[in-house]
Each structure stands twice: as structure tokens, then as C-alpha cells.
């Protein structure tokens, strides 16, 4: 038996845990959902939902993978009680990183992509359509999408291949680091434009009204899914971490510490996006189409824009990279936890197995695209995304909070033996009853009220 490697620094362990946080979502759908429910006013909401909501699950994510020693694959075989099922989440952690990966890689392709376009000048003198025709044009080539997914895909499992402190800690200490640098030069480009003041009061003052305007519950229901999602809680994702650290630091402040990161993220892209947007005249629009077509359209009228652009998706690239290189390490470590694989051998074979498995998205947008699986206009993709995101993170959140809770699972008085083990802030034990009765009920509601949006018309 190896012994379980560690991170050789707190640093390191705060930023890989927040790079796994910080993903494709604090950019593209955060902006736009802020955008879309009044502003600094959805911000606020969104922050309490993330300490009363995101941050006692990572925490107990966490705690599963200190105390365990191992992933997602085999950390509930270890903590529960004799003649018990909790185990079967396992299996759902697994396919949960899986699946994430079989869509991830080919966005984190398209990233990767466009650094070259905007490089090399793709963009220049074209029009907003003309912009669209670029995006189109990509998803409609399978060879090309193919060939930068498989490139991410390689980028991402050799820096795993190096091991956990030469490849992924040294590896993301600096992208993440990168990350920030080049999002505050963006930022201050951003709010420098003629204009940007527009686009800063927008984001930045509450106007309650316009949430109002728009359906308190709604908002409220947003800023909960997006407090919930932007974690990526729920499938082990972050257990691994835990695993990864010794107990000289309590869970609930290191938590902290990885919720700030990843907030700081979502609202340092909110102020290159929104006031770049108001500066130009154009309307932050919706998802992918925000960062593909609405951006690069700005990034071209905008003095030095071709640097400009190139940065940004340099930094979008970081930020998909961070994701998709913590979840391997994750899809490794199962490997090697259930089959004593070395870490050579599981890089190997799950590199293939990635590749074939995320061809079917990128199938989905071109040789596939006749088969919508969410009704007209969907995707490969999209169904993928819907498994993950909307059934198997909120039902493994579940999973995890009623396994922390219960006597019948690893139990509470284990719970924060562990999460509080160490210096730093402890974990609060009035919430006891919120965290054992409340909380999984505001995650169950999230997962009906998903299905009921997503189907009920």
C-alpha cells in the first residue's frame, strides 16, 4: 500500500481546492444571472446562500476525505457503519466526475481555441453576426473541435502524470496565480473605458426594484442554484482534497477561505464584463454566447482589444484548465484507490478512456446534432450538464450532509471531531438541527424546482 501522498502547503491545497471551485460558471453564468436580477442586489443574496448553503456541505466533503484517507471511490466504505449502503454513493461520485469530464474537455477546448483566434487576428474588422459565424463555424467542424479537446485532455493528465506536489499543486499555484493577475489587468481595462461608470453602478448598487420586477422567488431561487453549483459540491470532487491534508488546520476556515477565492473570481469577471458591456452599448447576454460572440465583439472595438482578448481567453482557458485537472486528479485517485493501480497506469488508461468519452459532445453540436435528447434545440451537452448538474451534485449533496448528520450514517459526534480538528474557525454546533433537517430540504427543493424548470414549461 502507497502512502497517501500530501500537499507539501497550505497555499497549495487553498488554491487547488478554489481552482476546482473556480470554473467555466463564476464567468459566463454569474455575470449574466447578476445582470439579469438587478445587479449588486442578486450579489448579496447570493453571498449569504453560499455561507448558509455551499459552505457546510464543502465542509463535510472535506471532513469524509480527511477522515477516510481516500476518494470518493472508497472513503464511504471506510466511515460507515458495519452492514450499511452509504458506499453506493461512491458509484455516483465516480460517474459524477466522469460525466463532468465528458463535457468540460471540450469547452475548455473551445477556450483554448479561441486564444489562437483572437491571436491571430480571426476576429479583426469582423461584425457582431460576423463574430457568430466564427463561434458557429467551430461547432460545426468535429475534426477541429476534436483535436483541442484532446489537447486539453493531454495538457491536463500529464500535469497529473508529474504527481500531486511536482505536477498538480506546482502546476496550479501557478495558473491560479496567472488567473488573478491577468483578471485585474483585465479589470482595469475594463473600468478605465469611456462609459464603464454605467456599467459599475449597475453591477455594483442593489436596485431591489428590478429584482422585484423580475419575481422575487425567481431571483432568490437563482441565487441559490448558482451558491449551490459554482462549488461543485456533492460528487467527491473536493473530498479528495481533504485526503490530501494533514489536521493542523480546522475544515470550516480553510472553506472559508476557498468560498472567498472563488467569490472574489466570479465578482472580479463581473467587473471586466459588465462595465466593458455598457461601454459599447451592448446587453450582457445570455450563457456561452456572452463569452463567444458578445466579448470578442467588444474586445474589437476596443483599443489594444486584440492584447486585450487574448488575456482574456488566456484566462478562461486557466479557469477551465484548474476544473478539469483537479477532477482527473479525482478520476486517478479512484483508479488507484479500487485497483492499486500506480499513477502512470491510471493516467494511461483514463486519458483514453476521457477522450472517448467526450466525443459524443463534440459529435453533438455537428454529426449528432439531429439528436436533441431535452427536446428541440438541445444538445449532447446539454444532456450531460442535466445529469450532473441537476441530479447527481444536488442528490449527492444530500447524500453527504445525511451521512454527516445521522447516527445511522458516519454520525455527527465524528463529524466535527473531524472538520474541527486543528487551529482555525470551528464548525458552528448550534446548526445542528438546520444542517440535519433544513438544509437537506432546501437541497431537495433545489432539485425539484430544477426539474420543474427545466420540464414543466
Not at 333 to 348: E, N, P, T
Amino acid at each position: 500500500m502507497e502512502k497517501r501522498e500530501r500537499f507539501s502547503s497550505r497555499l497549495g491545497f487553498i488554491l487547488i481546492s478554489a481552482g476546482c471551485a473556480v470554473g467555466l460558471g463564476n464567468v459566463w453564468r454569474f455575470p449574466f444571472i447578476t445582470g439579469q436580477y438587478g445587479g449588486a442586489a442578486f450579489v448579496l443574496i447570493y453571498l449569504l446562500f453560499l455561507v448558509i448553503l455551499g459552505l457546510p456541505i464543502m465542509v463535510m466533503e472535506f471532513a469524509v476525505g480527511r477522515a477516510s484517507q481516500k476518494s470518493a471511490a472508497r472513503s464511504f466504505h471506510v466511515l460507515e457503519p458495519r452492514g450499511t449502503k452509504w458506499h453506493l454513493q461512491g458509484y455516483a461520485c465516480m460517474a459524477g466526475n466522469y460525466l463532468l469530464m465528458m463535457f468540460y474537455t471540450t469547452v475548455g477546448g473551445w477556450m483554448l481555441a479561441y486564444v489562437f483566434k483572437v491571436l491571430g487576428g480571426e476576429f479583426t474588422g469582423l461584425d457582431a453576426a460576423g463574430v457568430g459565424e466564427v463561434f458557429n463555424g467551430m461547432l460545426a467542424r468535429p475534426g477541429y473541435m476534436t483535436f483541442w479537446m484532446v489537447l486539453i485532455v493531454l495538457m491536463s493528465f500529464f500535469v497529473c502524470s508529474l504527481g500531486l506536489q511536482k505536477g498538480v499543486e506546482r502546476i496550479t499555484k501557478v495558473m491560479m496565480s496567472c488567473l488573478f493577475l491577468i483578471l485585474l489587468i483585465l479589470c482595469v481595462r475594463s473600468v478605465t473605458l469611456p462609459g464603464a461608470m454605467d456599467g459599475i453602478r449597475f453591477y455594483l448598487v442593489p436596485d431591489f426594484g428590478k429584482m422585484v420586477e423580475h419575481g422575487l422567488g425567481e431571483a432568490i431561487f437563482a441565487a441559490m442554484g448558482q451558491a449551490f453549483f459554482t462549488l461543485s459540491l456533492g460528487i467527491g470532487a473536493m473530498a479528495i482534497f481533504g485526503s490530501y491534508i494533514g489536521r493542523d488546520r480546522s475544515l470550516t476556515g480553510e472553506s472559508i477561505n476557498i468560498c472567498l477565492l472563488d467569490t472574489l473570481v466570479a465578482l472580479l469577471a463581473g467587473l471586466v464584463i459588465f462595465p466593458s458591456c455598457f461601454a459599447f452599448g451592448v446587453d450582457p447576454g445570455e450563457g456561452p454566447g456572452l463569452v463567444f460572440v458578445t466579448l470578442p465583439n467588444i474586445f474589437n472595438q476596443m483599443s489594444g482589444g486584440r492584447l486585450f482578448g487574448t488575456l482574456f481567453f488566456i484566462f478562461m482557458t486557466f479557469a477551465a484548465l484548474s476544473t478539469i485537472i483537479a477532477v482527473f486528479e479525482n478520476i486517478i485517485s479512484f483508479s488507484i484507490d479500487l485497483f492499486g493501480a500506480s499513477r502512470k497506469k491510471a493516467v494511461l488508461i483514463n486519458g483514453a478512456v476521457i477522450i472517448l468519452l467526450s466525443l459524443p459532445c463534440v459529435f453533438g453540436f455537428n454529426l449528432w446534432s439531429a439528436f436533441q435528447p431535452l427536446g428541440a434545440g438541445s444538445t449532447i451537452q446539454d444532456l450531460e450538464d442535466f445529469i450532473v448538474s441537476n441530479n447527481l451534485l444536488p442528490l449527492g449533496s444530500m447524500v453527504y450532509l445525511l451521512f454527516c448528520t445521522s447516527k445511522y450514517g458516519w454520525g455527527w459526534n465524528n463529524f466535527i471531531a473531524e472538520a474541527d480538528a486543528g487551529n482555525g474557525i470551528k464548525f458552528p454546533k448550534w446548526t445542528r438541527i438546520y444542517v440535519s433537517y433544513v438544509l437537506p430540504a432546501i437541497v431537495l427543493f433545489i432539485f425539484v424546482m430544477g426539474y420543474i424548470q427545466k420540464f414543466g414549461g
